[in-house]
C-alpha cells in the first residue's frame, strides 16, 4: 500500500480504539470483573496492567518489524502462504466471536433497557445492515465517525463521574483482600484478555498516515485502564461490593440514579448514546479487520464474504440465550481463548521477526 492510500490520521485511530475496546473493558467487562473479583476487582485490574509494558514492547516490535506493512501481506511476502493462513485464522476466529457477542450483547441491552417491546429480530436486521455498509464503505468512514463520536463519549463519561460524586462512599473499596489472592488473580486474568486487544492496532496500521510509535500504545494503554477501572470504583463506591456484583449492566445502572441539581433526572438517555457509539464502530471495525485479514480485493466477494459473516450474528443474536449464559461463555472461554490465540500469535510473530532479522543481517 502506498502512501497515498493510507488514510487514517492518528487521532481517528486512538477514538476508534477507545470506542471499540471500551465499549468491552468499560462495559461488557466490568460486570464479570465484579463477578469474580467483588470488592478486590480493582485491585486486579491494577495488577494486570503492570504487564502492559511488556505488551506494548512486544505490539512495537512487531510494527517495527513489518515497516509498517499490512501484517496479512507481510507474513505472505515474508513466509508464504502456508504460515500466513496458520496465524491468521486463529486470530480471525477470535476476532469473530468478539463481535458475535458484542452484537448479541448489544441486541440483549436493548431489549432490557429501553425497547422491551421491539422484536429482536428488526433490531438485528437493522445494526446488521448499519454496520454491514459501513464496513463495504471502508475503514476510513469507520475511524472518521469514530473522531466525531469518541470526544462526546468521553466527556458523557466524565460527566457520569462527576455527577454521581454525591452518590459514591468510597469506604466501601476497603478492606482488601478479605477472601485471598484468588479473586484478584481471577480478575486481573480477565482484564489482561481486555488489554490483548492492544494487538488489533497492529491490524490496521497499514492504514495509518503515520508510524505507529511506543508513545501511541502507551497513551492508548493508560486510556483503556482507565475506562476499565473507572466504572468498577464507580459501582463498587455506589452500590456496594455485593449488590454491583450482581448487576447485570452496572455501568448503565450508575446512569439510571443520577440526577443534575433537584430538577434534572432520568438522563440515562446518554448511556444509550454511548454504549450505541462503541457498538457501532466496533462491530464495523471488527467486521471490516476479519475481511481484511484475508486480503480480499474483489468488491463482490468482500460483499458476499460480510453478508456471510453478519448472517451469522444475526442467527446467533436469536438463539434463546440468557445474559448469564453470555458472561459464562466470556468468562470461561472468550477470555482465555484471547489470551492464548493473541499471546501466541504474538510471541510467534516476534519470534519470526527475530529470526528472520538473523537470517538477513
Same mark, same amino acid.
Given at each position: 500500500?502506498?502512501?497515498?492510500?493510507? /488514510?487514517?490520521?492518528?487521532?481517528?485511530?486512538?477514538?476508534?480504539?477507545?470506542?471499540?475496546?471500551?465499549?468491552?473493558?468499560? +462495559?461488557?467487562?466490568?460486570? @464479570? !470483573?465484579?463477578?469474580?473479583?467483588?470488592?478486590?476487582?480493582?485491585?486486579?485490574?491494577? *495488577?494486570?496492567?503492570?504487564?502492559?509494558? @511488556?505488551?506494548? $514492547?512486544?505490539?512495537?516490535?512487531?510494527?517495527?518489524?513489518?515497516?509498517? *506493512?499490512?501484517?496479512?501481506?507481510?507474513?505472505?511476502?515474508?513466509?508464504?502462504?502456508?504460515?500466513?493462513?496458520? $496465524? =491468521?485464522?486463529?486470530?480471525?476466529?477470535?476476532?469473530?466471536?468478539?463481535?458475535?457477542?458484542?452484537?448479541?450483547? /448489544?441486541?440483549?441491552?436493548?431489549?432490557?433497557?429501553?425497547?422491551?417491546?421491539?422484536?429482536?429480530?428488526?433490531?438485528?436486521?437493522? !445494526?446488521?445492515?448499519?454496520?454491514?455498509?459501513?464496513?463495504?464503505? #471502508?475503514?476510513?468512514? =469507520?475511524?472518521?465517525?469514530? #473522531?466525531?463520536?469518541?470526544?462526546?463519549?468521553?466527556?458523557?463519561?466524565?460527566?457520569?463521574?462527576?455527577?454521581? =460524586?454525591?452518590?459514591?462512599?468510597?469506604?466501601?473499596?476497603?478492606?482488601?483482600?478479605?477472601?485471598?489472592?484468588?479473586?484478584?488473580?481471577?480478575?486481573?486474568?480477565?482484564?489482561?484478555?481486555? $488489554? *490483548?486487544?492492544?494487538?488489533?492496532? !497492529?491490524?490496521?496500521?497499514?492504514?495509518?498516515?503515520?508510524?505507529?510509535?511506543? &508513545?501511541?500504545?502507551?497513551?492508548?494503554?493508560?486510556?483503556?485502564?482507565?475506562? /476499565?477501572?473507572?466504572?468498577?470504583?464507580?459501582? &463498587?463506591?455506589?452500590?456496594?461490593?455485593?449488590?454491583?456484583?450482581?448487576?447485570?449492566?452496572?455501568?448503565?445502572?450508575?446512569?439510571?440514579?443520577?440526577?443534575?441539581?433537584?430538577?434534572?433526572?432520568?438522563?440515562?438517555?446518554?448511556?444509550?448514546?454511548?454504549?450505541?457509539?462503541?457498538?457501532?464502530?466496533? &462491530?464495523?471495525?471488527?467486521?471490516?479487520?476479519?475481511?481484511?485479514?484475508?486480503?480480499?480485493?474483489?468488491?463482490? +466477494?468482500?460483499?458476499?464474504?460480510?453478508?456471510?459473516?453478519?448472517?451469522?450474528?444475526?442467527?446467533?443474536?436469536?438463539?434463546?440465550?440468557?445474559?448469564?449464559?453470555?458472561?459464562?461463555?466470556?468468562?470461561?472461554?472468550? /477470555?482465555?481463548?484471547? +489470551?492464548?490465540?493473541?499471546?501466541?500469535?504474538?510471541?510467534?510473530?516476534?519470534?519470526?521477526?527475530?529470526?528472520?532479522?538473523?537470517?538477513?543481517?
Amino acid at each position: 500500500m502506498n502512501k497515498t492510500e493510507r /488514510t487514517i490520521g492518528l487521532y481517528n485511530a486512538l477514538f476508534m480504539m477507545l470506542l471499540s475496546s471500551g465499549l468491552y473493558n468499560h +462495559v461488557i467487562l466490568t460486570p @464479570l !470483573l465484579l463477578k469474580a473479583g467483588g470488592r478486590d476487582a480493582w485491585i486486579g485490574v491494577l *495488577m494486570a496492567s503492570l504487564l502492559i509494558p @511488556l505488551l506494548i $514492547l512486544i505490539f512495537w516490535f512487531i510494527s517495527k518489524s513489518t515497516n509498517g *506493512m499490512s501484517i496479512s501481506s507481510w507474513l505472505i511476502q515474508k513466509f508464504g502462504k502456508g504460515i500466513h493462513y496458520l $496465524l =491468521i485464522i486463529p486470530i480471525a476466529a477470535c476476532i469473530f466471536i468478539m463481535n458475535c457477542v458484542t452484537f448479541k450483547d /448489544t441486541i440483549s441491552w436493548s431489549i432490557a433497557s429501553y425497547l422491551p417491546y421491539t422484536p429482536p429480530l428488526a433490531l438485528a436486521l437493522f !445494526l446488521a445492515l448499519l454496520c454491514y455498509s459501513t464496513c463495504l464503505l #471502508g475503514i476510513r468512514n =469507520i475511524a472518521y465517525t469514530a #473522531g466525531i463520536l469518541g470526544p462526546l463519549v468521553i466527556i458523557l463519561g466524565f460527566g457520569i463521574m462527576l455527577t454521581n =460524586i454525591p452518590n459514591k462512599n468510597y469506604t466501601y473499596v476497603w478492606p482488601s483482600f478479605e477472601n485471598g489472592m484468588i479473586p484478584v488473580w481471577h480478575s486481573a486474568f480477565l482484564t489482561l484478555g481486555g $488489554l *490483548m486487544e492492544l494487538f488489533l492496532v !497492529l491490524l490496521f496500521q497499514q492504514h495509518l498516515l503515520k508510524r505507529i510509535r511506543l &508513545i501511541h500504545l502507551a497513551i492508548l494503554s493508560v486510556f483503556l485502564i482507565g475506562i /476499565t477501572i473507572g466504572p468498577l470504583l464507580g459501582a &463498587i463506591s455506589v452500590f456496594g461490593p455485593e449488590e454491583a456484583s450482581k448487576q447485570i449492566y452496572p455501568a448503565f445502572e450508575l446512569w439510571r440514579i443520577a440526577t443534575i441539581g433537584k430538577y434534572i433526572s432520568h438522563i440515562d438517555f446518554f448511556a444509550i448514546f454511548q454504549w450505541l457509539s462503541g457498538a457501532f464502530v466496533r &462491530i464495523s471495525l471488527l467486521g471490516f479487520l476479519a475481511m481484511d485479514l484475508f486480503n480480499i480485493q474483489s468488491k463482490k +466477494v468482500k460483499a458476499y464474504f460480510l453478508a456471510v459473516v453478519y448472517l451469522i450474528f444475526i442467527a446467533f443474536a436469536m438463539l434463546p440465550i440468557n445474559q448469564e449464559i453470555i458472561l459464562s461463555l466470556i468468562t470461561n472461554y472468550y /477470555t482465555i481463548l484471547i +489470551v492464548i490465540v493473541f499471546g501466541g500469535a504474538t510471541v510467534l510473530l516476534t519470534a519470526l521477526t527475530i529470526f528472520k532479522r538473523k537470517s538477513e543481517g
